[in-house]
Nanobody, 123 residues
């Protein structure tokens, strides 16, 4: 049974930082691309960032470039996203996902999902 478990969310002031983690089990982690998505209340789930199975390629949504950094540790079956210069509009539930390719940006194209972790940025 595949499980993706996110952690690291919380309440932070605008301009602050958070690092989210996602630990995977039940799959060959190093064979999967990993991604982060987010969903704000009343909005569709949107792509945040993704990383190839090797970590050699990373992709970001335009609004996250320069502020967010995705990384992975295949020895620990863990993917991270470091989020800096947070803004109130970054408030959302953040989900990690595992899939076949890091170039995919549509949620439906990703195979496995975590339950999400809440990030709230106060102004």
């Amino acid at each position: 049974q595949v499980q993706l478990v996110e952690s690291g969310g919380g309440l932070v002031q605008a301009g602050g930082s958070l690092r989210l983690s996602c630990v995977a089990s039940g799959l060959t982690f190093s064979s999967y691309a990993m991604g982060w998505f987010r969903q704000a209340p009343g909005k569709e789930r949107q792509f945040v960032a993704s990383i190839s199975w090797s970590g050699g390629s990373t992709y970001y949504a335009d609004s996250m470039k320069g502020r967010f950094t995705i990384s992975r540790d295949n020895a620990k079956n863990t993917v991270y996203v470091q989020m800096n210069s947070l803004k109130p509009e970054d408030t959302a539930v953040y989900y990690c996902a595992a899939g076949a390719s890091s170039v995919l940006r549509t949620p439906a194209q990703w195979k496995y999902w975590g339950q999400g972790t809440q990030v709230t940025v106060s102004s």
